[in-house]
């Protein structure tokens, strides 16, 4: 009952190596019957791979000789017919009043678990692609405006790398006339507002200056909370020159109007 009790896959293995006991979650998981397990060695149960790659022979023998606990090991174990799985094994001394009668060893079937943290890895490998390939500047800050995050067209722009700005203050890149700003638009999104858009010059290494077109998004924790901020920049330099030439090219085509009237004016009379 109590080796049944055990969410675990469990095997009792006597001194000759042989199966003594086993519970439902190890026949199930690995589609065997008592008959075919009860009495079998070791290597008539698991893959003789498995047997030489973690040595279960020699560690069961340290059980009985040497009261020898394994703890935390990790198996990837393939049965026959079924797909692969993953396990973290542990082999522990049975002992009755002081001798060792058979060693235990618990399984811990977590291929869905290392299914999923790769999968979570992959997804956060992807984001992290997604932010560092980005041309504009994406960082993130806590609801302080403390430089969490800093990506590498954020380093492009500025000249100052991620160790250099991380902990420090967004509002220290910030030509002095935006920083009131800034503190208005953070203190709106500690106060549950949507994102804010603001445009303001961002401090560059060599003592320069850059505009930037902010977009400042809420970050939210898995209750909806908000628990930072995510800024992304533009750089509106390019858009600027464009802008001046734009208004050079119309104050020139005016001045050629007001030419051409002017010609036009002192022709008649002569």
Known sequence: MLLEAIPSSVLLIDRDLRIASANRNFLEKNRRTLSDTIGHRLDEVFPAIIIDQMDFPGRIRQVFEKNFRVKGERMTYRAPGIPLRIYYYSILP???????????????DVTEQVRLSEEVRR???????????AQDIVLSTDLEG?????????ERLSGFTLSAVRGHNIFEFCAGDDQEEMERIFTNLKAGKDAQMAEGDLKTKDGGRIPVSWI?????????????????GRDLTERRKFEAQ????????????????IAHEIRNPL
């Open 123 to 133: 997804v956060e490998r992807h984001l992290a692609s997604v932010v560092e390939s």
């Open 246 to 261: 734009l208004l050079q090219t119309q104050k020139l085509a005016a001045l050629g109007v007001m030419a051409g009237g």
């Open 146 to 154: 403390r430089i969490l995050t800093w990506n590498i067209a954020a």
């Open 216 to 232: 400042f998004s809420p970050m939210k924790d898995h209750l909806g909370q908000t628990e930072g901020v995510v800024a992304v």
């Open 94 to 108: 049975f002992s009755w009043q002081g001798v060792v009668e058979l060693a235990m060893l618990l399984m811990d």
